[in-house]
């Protein structure tokens, strides 16, 4: 039987488990006290939990229904890196259930060799030490799927409706360590592929990117940073700006701290207009968009 897995970073599902989430990522180091203050803080400011492992079942509910629709025996799952559901379970439930080939869709459109091939790395692992070996594939880079820029370009004219002409229109995605670029790391050039393409759809060559949430890792991370480059428009004159996360497909912490009251406070401080763009979410046109890599894929 065939099998779909969407796998994404993964999220604490209440204040209280921060702590064991912020764990995890660092490998099982505890974070200093300021540290985690800080990421309790930023949750607490959107109001105390991301909605990613929601959004996420979304996705997976409606992908299932789909392929069920249309006669498919092929069964959704989804996995995360850092939080329950983890990808280990998730995956030993998957042979359990019979499934002896699966499909990994990272839920990050831009391949990085930083980012990526960790979900890659986690599914292999999960089946080496499954007494059921799975054949497995994974859409490790689908950043031009004609589907995702349609429901980007939608996104972005539906925003602009409500700002001037002139209006400043920037994409952007998390950050990652500059190292990666000398490394020959492709998440820059990926980036910058899909939102010439999604402008080009728009009708706008009046565009830019730029960079967010950056790691406190002591080392420099690609950039520029938002807010900077936010900084940087205003002190040349512009006035109204669009944000177009097009490194992300749903609202987590990212989006909803970083940009909306990050962003959105530098707005208000400068007397600016800022938009941001509705996220893909478990919208049907994202679901399409996933049911087009499955088809491609050959696992529908």
């Known amino acids: 039987m065939k099998g779909v897995l969407l796998l994404t970073y993964g999220t604490p599902s209440s204040l209280d488990q921060v702590e064991a989430y912020y764990?995890?990522?660092?490998?099982?180091?505890?974070?200093?006290?300021?540290?985690?203050?800080d990421l309790v803080s930023r949750y607490k400011a959107i109001g105390g939990k991301s909605p990613l492992i929601r959004i996420t079942d979304g996705q997976r509910t409606k992908l299932q229904a789909k392929?069920?629709?249309?006669?498919?025996?092929?069964?959704?799952?989804?996995?995360?890196?850092?939080?329950?559901?983890?990808?280990?379970?998730?995956?030993?439930?998957?042979?359990?259930?019979g499934v002896d080939e699966m499909l990994g869709i990272p839920l990050t459109p831009h391949y990085s060799k930083m980012n990526t091939e960790t979900y890659v790395l986690s599914v292999e692992m999960a089946t080496y030490e499954s007494p059921n070996k799975m054949k497995l594939d994974f859409a490790k880079s689908w950043?031009?799927?004609?589907?995702?820029?349609?429901?980007?370009a939608r996104r972005v004219e539906e925003a602009q409706a409500g700002l001037p002409r002139d209006y400043s229109l920037i994409f952007s995605a998390h950050s990652l360590p500059e190292r990666t670029l000398a490394e020959g790391d492709v998440y820059r050039s990926r980036l910058l592929e899909t939102s010439e393409?999604?402008?080009?759809?728009v009708g706008t060559?009046?565009?830019?990117?730029?960079?967010?949430?950056?790691?406190?890792?002591?080392?420099?991370?690609?950039?520029?940073?938002?807010?900077?480059?936010?900084?940087?428009?205003?002190?040349?004159?512009?006035?109204?700006?669009?944000?177009?996360p097009i490194g992300f497909?749903?609202?987590?912490?990212?989006?909803?701290?970083?940009?909306?009251?990050?962003?959105?406070?530098?707005a208000s401080k400068h007397g600016t207009s800022l938009v941001r763009c509705k996220m893909l979410n478990d919208s049907d046109e994202f679901i399409d968009c996933l049911h087009s890599l499955v088809v491609e894929r050959g696992f529908a």
């Open 23 to 37: 764990t995890h990522i660092r490998g099982g180091k505890r974070p200093a006290d300021a540290q985690l203050a």
């Open 197 to 201: 393409l999604v402008a080009s759809r």
């Open 143 to 152: 950043n031009t799927n004609p589907k995702l820029l349609d429901a980007w």
């Open 249 to 266: 497909v749903s609202d987590h912490l990212e989006v909803l701290y970083d940009i909306d009251v990050e962003c959105m406070g530098w």
């Open 205 to 244: 060559e009046d565009w830019s990117f730029a960079f967010q949430s950056a790691g406190h890792t002591g080392e420099p991370w690609l950039g520029p940073d938002i807010v900077a480059h936010l900084q940087s428009l205003f002190d040349g004159g512009k006035r109204s700006f669009l944000i177009a």
């Open 67 to 97: 392929l069920k629709g249309e006669g498919s025996s092929t069964r959704v799952y989804c996995g995360m890196k850092h939080s329950p559901p983890f990808i280990a379970d998730v995956m030993k439930q998957a042979s359990e259930d």
